[in-house]
């Protein structure tokens, strides 16, 4: 099971999030909203925002596998913001280069099968060649 987290400026949930915590628990994972502010380091956990049988429930969870990122970075909110991106990998507004995030991503064993490999290439010819794979 793979444990997703959304990070916001607010934990109000949209309707496309609701659909997407929806889809996830579907499909048997975990997730939820959460802001810079609900963010406890020194518990290694997160109170944010699901839903449970269609109603949006506040609980403690357990830090995320990936963060999908929509929260506009504020001076306040850097710190944590840096830190979680050092040890989680974020979908969106990345920290670090496409190669950096890539290999971050390929640790989590559930995603493997859903990534698109990541490759360097010095001239046309290479490139042709992945192309044609």
């Given at each position: ?19 997407f ?5 579907n499909?048997g994972?975990?997730?939820y ?42 001076k ?15 979908t ?7 190669q950096?995030?890539?290999k971050?991503?390929c ?27």
């Amino acid at each position: 099971m793979a444990v997703f987290g959304i990070l916001k400026p607010n934990k109000s949930l949209t309707d496309v999030e609701e659909i997407f915590i929806q889809v996830a628990q579907n499909r048997g994972h975990q997730a939820y909203i959460f802001t810079a502010k609900d963010v406890s380091f020194e518990h290694h956990e997160i109170l944010g925002k699901t839903l449970d049988n269609g109603k949006v429930v506040e609980n403690s969870f357990s830090f995320p596998d990936i963060i999908q990122n929509r929260l506009a970075v504020k001076k306040e909110d850097k710190e944590v913001y840096l830190k979680l991106a050092e040890m989680i990998p974020f979908t969106s507004n990345r920290v670090g280069t496409k190669q950096e995030v890539y290999k971050k991503m390929c640790q989590v064993e559930e995603f493997k099968d859903f990534l698109i490999e990541v490759v360097d290439f010095d001239n046309i010819e290479d490139f042709f060649s992945f192309i044609s794979r």
